[in-house]
């Protein structure tokens, strides 16, 4: 019988025949007889063809003398040929390998039952199957082997037998031919060296010689290599056998790369835990709530707590939560919602202090489904928060003073408005703003202000009531907001704010004193929305301001009208310059004595495109407020200069001009340029300008308005003082002006005739002005009477109706003509 298909030829080739009773091929060659010569087992080796190419010593005794190129077939009982050529050989051959039991026959026809190996072997010269099989010898053995088959064979570990003295592999489980990569046939020309890592040869050979031949187990750790030169670490236990009569060792090789790096893993995750800034828990739930199993450093530092006082503790005492209170309940809620939750929590520090934490729960399942544990990581939020709040009373007070400012009020007001509404309540806005604080910022300096802005803000919210609103709205302006219901003395209120807001302070080593104009507008009264109720609160201050200040102004509608008007001037009067709408006119002066005109005071006048012809009065208040009196009074100095000088080019006769000096412009570091520039461009000599300036302008600071008038003196122009009468001279300063006029102001004109007291000023006016060396020039004359009175009174000049009201240049030029 033939096992594999039979080539063309029966025969064998040449190269396998050998002499007959010693098979060792040539192709064979002594590889196979160093290997197998005196092994124990029975080693041959078949050819592709299925003929016997080689067989060992121990092989040999078995089989006695045969012939040459002996079919396999011949080797083996009847029962296991089918098996051989359907199974056993084409596994070998697609697997490499093949293992079972089987029954080789003697020479004398004796059975041999055997556990075989076949190892197909491509890259031999030639091809060939090498087989190896060691005896069963009995049925016990046989039986025997069948329970090793089960426990070894089967064994899910890697397992061999090896032997003691030459370390050979005598056995290896199919585990181990898994494991490590190489076939059961390769394992079994190999040694125990060969499946160790160089560096721990000489740690096998120390071991070795300490291994006992018998008994006791052994277990270590190892690094053994796989057929494809990876590493892998296993924990092996050995223990001392004997087999084929030999002194051995079976081994059992658990493979424990895969817990090594489990268990590194879990180091390096317990690393994380341990050095994480975040607390993190681990609880066992229970019917009495969560206790805690585990906490990593930073959980014992956030709440103070030594790391061993807190295993088994119920985490939420360790919180410091309080039993039913919001946080407590969150907590609880969230421990059995079996979702993963994130709480905000207010807990408590061991020495007592509040904590801002967020806290994120996930819930880890027992395995019936029902909770069992939860990892709780809480980060520290008090800073954070602290911080946000921070920012949050940045954003809504005022830095100096502390109080809510604009953002904040106007949400407190919607909030008055509202509640204001329901309940039928008014709400009384209270504009304050403290009078001429700019005067203690200059005298005193800015930090003397601040602590001055500072006390107000105190004294302030002394005065109102839980509920009531005080803000400072920037500068020296403050509001509050007052909800009134019912009885609230609310005249009383606003005496009482006057009153602390005037007591005297000490700033910078002197008493000081601030009044303060106050404005007040009602809801719903003086309008329903915020903006507006800000607006009239602010407009009537300003009413306050204007009627002297030092007092309250309630809202009126016809205020609003004012302001309304003001704006409207303001924003018209921005352009009336560039649109060339202002011109002069002159009013002439005229001499008592002679009746020549001496001069003639330049007048402004603003023709606007809409509004006609629109009176000083009307706007050179705002253009005063404002600052641009200054850009127009240049412009009114440059063009009476201009004027002045035409007319005398003109060949009429040289007279002076007068300009009027706003406060603003004498206040202004360049008008003594501007001055010298007017009358040098227009190439007017100096004696024919005078300027106007009031008493009030020159009593403000008398030192330096002083200064600056002798200044303009030296220009070589003339100077009046206009209005005089009406402010507070100071006889004793009056002397020290170097001025050519004084100007009796036109209401003391229209009424001398009718009130002696009048008459009396005006007469004490002419008198003190010659007697300090003035001339005096009465204005406003508008009546021969009025003109009579004062030459009997020796009055120098007059100006007035009565002569001539204000004229255009052309007609002031025929005046003069005529004249
Ligand atoms: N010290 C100090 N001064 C401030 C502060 N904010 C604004 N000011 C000054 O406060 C002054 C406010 O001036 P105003 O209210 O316009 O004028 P006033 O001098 O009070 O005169 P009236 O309001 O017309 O009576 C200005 O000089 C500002 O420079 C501040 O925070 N601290």
């Known amino acids: ?165 030459t370390l050979r592999f005598m056995v290896v489980n199919a585990a181990a031919v898994a494991q490590y990569g190489y076939t059961e046939a390769e394992f079994l020309h190999m040694t125990i060296r060969d499946i160790r890592p160089p560096q721990e040869v000489e740690r096998l050979e120390q071991n070795l010689a300490a291994t006992p031949r018998k008994g006791a187990d052994q277990s270590g750790a190892w690094t053994h290599v796989r057929r494809d030169g990876s590493r892998l670490k296993v924990d092996i236990s050995s223990h001392a056998v004997t087999l084929a009569g030999r002194p051995c060792r079976l081994v059992f090789a658990h493979d424990i790369t895969e817990r090594l790096r489990l268990q590194a893993e879990l180091q390096l995750r317990g690393r994380a835990l341990e050095a994480s800034v975040n607390a993190v828990v681990i609880t066992q739930h229970t019917a009495d709530g969560d206790r805690v199993e585990y906490a990593n450093p930073a959980f014992s530092q956030l709440l103070g707590h030594a790391p061993e006082n807190v295993l088994g503790q119920q985490l939420e005492t360790l919180l410091g939560l309080q039993a039913n209170d919001d946080h407590q309940q969150a907590v609880h809620a969230a421990m059995l919602s079996h979702q993963e939750v994130t709480l905000l929590l207010h807990i408590r520090h061991r020495d007592g202090a509040q904590l801002w934490t967020q806290m994120h729960v996930a819930p880890v399942p027992a395995t019936d489904d029902a909770i069992g544990r939860h990892v709780c990581v809480l980060t520290d939020m008090t800073a954070i928060l602290d911080y946000q709040a921070q920012l949050e009373h940045q954003a809504n007070h005022d830095a100096l003073t502390g109080l809510p400012n604009r953002v904040l009020l106007s949400d407190r007001m919607a909030q008055a408005i509202t509640f204001s509404q329901r309940f039928g309540h008014s709400l009384w806005l209270v504009a304050i703003d403290l009078d001429n604080f700019k005067l203690t910022n200059d005298h005193l300096g800015h930090q003397a202000g601040d602590e001055l802005l500072r006390a107000v803000a105190d004294r302030l919210c002394a005065c109102v009531n839980e509920g009531d609103t005080v803000a400072r709205l920037g500068g020296d302006e403050f509001l509050l907001l007052l909800p009134v219901a019912n009885q609230r003395p609310m005249a009383s209120l606003l005496q009482l704010v006057q009153q602390a807001v005037a007591a005297p302070l000490t700033l910078a080593q002197q008493t000081v004193a601030v009044t303060c104009s106050i404005g007040v507008s009602v809801f719903p009264a003086d309008g329903a929305e915020p903006e507006q109720l800000l607006k009239h609160a602010d407009i009537a201050m300003y009413r306050a301001k204007e009627a002297g200040r030092n007092q309250v102004q309630f809202y009126e509608a016809a205020m609003h009208a004012r302001v309304a008007e003001r704006a409207l001037i303001e924003a018209e009067l921005r352009h009336a310059l560039a649109r060339e709408e202002l011109s002069l006119v002159y009013q002439p002066k005229l001499d008592l004595r002679s009746g020549a005109v001496t001069g003639m005071e330049a007048l402004l006048r603003w023709q606007h495109p809409t509004l006609g012809s629109v009176s000083p009065a009307r706007f050179i208040g705002v253009a005063e407020e404002t600052g641009m009196i200054v850009a127009i009074g240049r412009w009114v100095l440059r063009m009476a200069c201009t004027q002045a000088m035409a007319w005398q080019q003109a060949g009429l006769p040289a007279l002076r001009v007068a300009v009027n000096l706003s406060a603003r412009q004498f206040r202004d570091q360049a008008l003594l340029e501007e001055v010298r520039a007017a009358l040098d461009d227009s190439g007017l000599a100096p004696q024919y300008l005078e300027l106007e300036l009031t008493e009030s302008l020159m009593m403000h600071n008398v030192d330096e308005a002083v200064a600056a008038i ?110």
Request: proline share 7%.
């Open 1 to 165: 019988m033939e096992l594999p298909p039979q080539p063309a030829s029966t025969r064998a080739p040449k190269r396998e025949r050998t002499q007959q009773g010693r098979l060792a091929s040539k192709s064979q060659g002594s590889a196979f007889d160093q290997m197998f010569g005196d092994s124990p087992y029975f080693a041959f080796v078949i050819s592709e063809a299925g003929r016997l190419l080689a067989c060992n010593a121990h092989m040999h005794s078995l089989l006695g003398p045969f012939a040459d190129d002996v079919p396999a077939a011949q080797l083996y009982a009847g029962w296991v040929l089918p098996m051989l050529q359907s199974e056993a050989l084409p596994t070998a051959r697609m697997r490499g390998h093949w293992r079972g039991e089987v029954e080789l026959v003697g020479h004398d026809g004796s059975s041999h039952p055997v556990t075989q190996t076949i190892e197909w072997r491509a890259n031999a010269q030639p091809p060939s199957y090498l087989c190896l099989a060691y005896p069963l010898d009995d049925y016990d053995v046989y039986e025997s082997r069948l329970r090793f088959k089960y426990l070894f064979e089967a064994h899910p570990q890697p397992m061999w037998v090896y032997d003691l003295e």
């Open 710 to 819: 002798e200044n303009l003196k030296q220009l070589g122009i003339a100077l009046s003082i206009d209005d005089f009468g009406t402010g507070y001279s100071s006889l004793a300063y009056l002397k020290q002006f170097p001025v050519d006029y004084l100007k009796i102001d036109q209401s003391f004109t229209r009424d001398m005739l009718d009130e002696p007291r009048v008459a009396a000023i005006v007469r004490s006016v002419i008198a003190l002005g010659h007697s300090l060396g003035f001339k005096v020039i009465a204005e406003g004359v508008e009546t021969a009477p009025q003109l009579d009175y004062l030459r009997s009174n020796d009055c120098d000049e007059i100006q007035g109706y009565y002569f001539s009201r204000p004229l255009m240049p052309d007609a002031f030029a025929a005046l003069l003509r005529s004249s």
